[in-house]
């Protein structure tokens, strides 16, 4: 068996490779795929159309949801960005949220390339963009898309959906409220023109294509060495400890 200098020695290295790994697979997950490796149908406008649902109510951690369909709503896009509702820098949401994470989709014109040299953020319950000179974005392409679903199959399936995923939504765009809201309503846009989030109870999500899931497998590896290198590092010390402990019993 290695001794405990050779086996620190191992495990400083294995941290070091960890944290190259974890920037390095960070910063590709960060990547937006390039126009060659997207898919036409992104091409396409959302689909809109009357719907003949009725309201309705689904509960969600003991409490219900009352729903109010207003359109039927299909969209295929590249997910830009999308917030994150477990930050300490969202005070909106918190373990019992029916929302999902929001996700901001660009379609249409927008994926010739022009993405690629914006950058696009999202705070609680927005998508922001932000581009150069001589770069053209399409702000009527591009919607932050608030989600909802009384499935939780496909609640899972959404937490699964990261950045630079190509994705096909279809539902209803709805008005929705808690019970305990005190009569207050989350409202959808119902155009693409303005700057309301569109707001959709989702019946089916497809992930057409997954984005650097090569990149996300990497750096789950290098979380995992970055939290077990430590505890390797501490049981060498304590076998240490106890030889120092035995040696000291034979004085």
């Known amino acids: 068996m290695a001794d405990a200098a050779t086996l620190r020695s191992w495990i400083a290295r294995g941290l070091v490779a960890a944290l190259v790994l974890l920037a390095v697979s960070w910063w590709a997950t960060r990547r937006l795929p390039p126009p060659s490796r997207l898919d036409p149908v992104l091409r396409q406008a959302p689909l809109q159309g009357p719907t003949t649902r009725r309201p309705f109510e689904f509960a969600y951690k003991g409490k219900r949801c009352l729903v109010r369909p207003v359109a039927t709503y299909e969209l295929w896009g590249l997910v830009v960005s999308h917030n994150d509702i477990h930050s300490v820098s969202d005070i ?15 379609w249409g014109a927008n994926l010739d390339g022009a993405y690629r040299n914006a950058k696009f953020w999202s705070g609680p319950f927005t998508c922001y963009v932000r581009w150069p000179p001589g770069v053209q974005i399409d702000l009527t392409a591009v919607s932050n898309n608030h989600l909802i679903t009384d499935q939780p199959a496909l609640r899972e399936r959404l937490g699964t959906v990261q950045l630079g995923d ?52 990497l750096l789950q590896l290098a979380v995992t060495m970055l939290a077990l290198l430590p505890v390797a590092w501490l049981a060498v010390a304590w076998r240490e400890a106890g030889r120092g402990d035995g040696s000291l019993g034979r004085l």
């Open 166 to 217: 190509q994705v096909h939504l279809h539902g209803l765009l709805v008005d929705y409220q808690m019970e305990d809201w005190g009569g207050f309503w989350r409202r959808t846009s119902t155009v693409r023109n303005d700057a309301g989030c569109e707001v959709i109870f989702l019946d089916g999500l497809d992930v057409l294509h997954r984005n650097a899931s090569a990149a996300h497998a």
């Open 92 to 106: 909106y949401h918190d373990a019992t949220s029916v929302d999902t994470r929001d996700r901001c989709v660009a």
